[in-house]
Structures are given as structure tokens and as C-alpha cells.
């Protein structure tokens, strides 16, 4: 399937566009309430920002008899073959079906896609080693920990398909986005809607926030009225002075 191009500077604007914002303008602009993936966390609250597309790999239930191909040292593994296929600036994102039997990452794996410039790893199971993980530098969210490795109880069985992660269809190329607060999976043709609409919410928002803490009344004003963006726009007609 062809990708839909993205502005040039769409990822750059969505860096400064928080996840609870991304999740209002995906509710505005196309309706869809069900793109946070559930139920995992960064394993380090203090690094868990990303932006970037998405490279998907896909677990099933394992099966004892295909326990060689389990094994990362195997060519076909997929997870073998995503962490080394993964373009530079993407994000991993890894359907476990929620399973916490076995880690599907460690601190061997996650410094590879540190060195490849992979910009952070989400599966909705388990991870392995998060001890050292939360002292490296990528940005990792999952369910919890776990001491056995994926093969206890899962198996790779694809990469680059659509798949299910924490409750959100995530298809290749989807835009991922991710803070403290979790993460968000953008749907690649909405991105540049989102990017744009995000980052004025932010900065409309940044305004009511400094005019609130100087003890502006919220009713009336936030929610953003009428009143407010007439009020935000001659602030920045006027260079946006201190408030």
C-alpha cells in the first residue's frame, strides 16, 4: 500500500503537540475516540516523548514445536528482522495480545535500536530487563516487566502487517506519537490535519492557561468562546506580549 507523503514539517510541529491534545483533534476532525493505546506506560516517565512512523511486528501464542524460529538468532524471525529493517526516526510498535509471559524486548535489543536510531518501542505486553532500560535512551512503553524472554509464551509471527496494539488498529506508517501520558497512533492521512490543528490548540492554550494563573475566570473563557479567540488573536496581532 502507497503511503500518504506527509508535509515536510508535520513531525516537527507534532513534537510540540502533547497526546491529550492529539487525541481532542482526532475527536474533532475525524470522530475517532479509540487511538490511545491502552494500558501501557513508559518505563521511564522522565524519557518517554517520540514522534515517528510506525514499524509494526506482530505476536502469536507460542508453539513449542517452532521453538528454533523463536529464537532470534533464526534469518525469518521477524523481530530479528524489524529491529534490523526499521528505518532511522521510526517507532516499534509490537502486538502481544496483552500477553506478560515473556518480555518481547531487552536491554541487548533496545540498544540495537538505539544505535540503528529507532525512535521508540510500544508493545502492549511485557519487556524484559527494565532495570537497565530505564537508563538507556529510547523512550519504551509497555505493560510491565517480566523476567523470561518472549519465547515462555510468544511467538514472532509477523512484521510490516496491520496489527492490534493495546486496543488500536495500527497500520505501517502511522503516525505514533508519545509522552507521560501514553501514546497516541495517528492514522497516517490524517497527520498534517492533526499536526496543524494540534499545535494551534497548544499555543491557544498556553494563552488561557497564562490568563487563568492571573486569575481570569474560566467561565466563558475555557472552553475556547468566541471572546477568547478574539482575545488570543489581537495578543498575537501584538507580538504576543507578557501576560
Given amino acids: 500500500m502507497t503511503e500518504t507523503p506527509l508535509a515536510p514539517d508535520t513531525l516537527e510541529k507534532l513534537k510540540s503537540v502533547s497526546t491529550a491534545t ?5 475527536i474533532k476532525i475525524a470522530g475517532m475516540r479509540t487511538r490511545t493505546v491502552r494500558s501501557v506506560h513508559a518505563i521511564n516517565p522522565a524519557n518517554a516523548s517520540f514522534v515517528g512512523p510506525v514499524v509494526t511486528l506482530r505476536y502469536g501464542p507460542m508453539r513449542e514445536d517452532l521453538d528454533a524460529r523463536a529464537s532470534i538468532v533464526h534469518e525469518d524471525n521477524p523481530t530479528r528482522k524489524a529491529i534490523e529493517t526499521a528505518p532511522r526516526g521510526s517507532v516499534l510498535m509490537i502486538d502481544m495480545h496483552g500477553d506478560t509471559g515473556g518480555g518481547a524486548l531487552g536491554d541487548i535489543l533496545v540498544a540495537r535500536l538505539i544505535y540503528r536510531g529507532i525512535a521508540a518501542a510500544v508493545g502492549d505486553g511485557a519487556m524484559r530487563d527494565i532495570g537497565p532500560l530505564m537508563d538507556m535512551g529510547l523512550p519504551v512503553f509497555c505493560k510491565t516487566g517480566t523476567a523470561p524472554p518472549s519465547s515462555a509464551s510468544i511467538f514472532a509471527v509477523g512484521v510490516q502487517e496491520p496489527i492490534g496494539c493495546g486496543g488500536v488498529l495500527v497500520y505501517p506508517g502511522d503516525i505514533a506519537v508519545g509522552d507521560a501520558d501514553g501514546v497516541v497512533v495517528i492514522p497516517r492521512h490524517l497527520a498534517d490535519k492533526v499536526a496543524t490543528a494540534g499545535l494551534e490548540q497548544e499555543q491557544v492554550e498556553a494563552f488561557i492557561k497564562a490568563r487563568v494563573l492571573k486569575g481570569e475566570p474560566i467561565a466563558g473563557f ?22
Avoid at 475555557?222 to 501576560?243: D, L, N
Fill in 22 to 26: 492529539i487525541s481532542t483533534q482526532l
Fill in 222 to 243: 475555557y472552553p475556547a468562546t468566541e471572546r477568547t479567540m478574539t482575545e488570543y488573536r489581537a495578543w498575537v496581532s501584538s507580538g504576543r506580549p507578557a501576560i
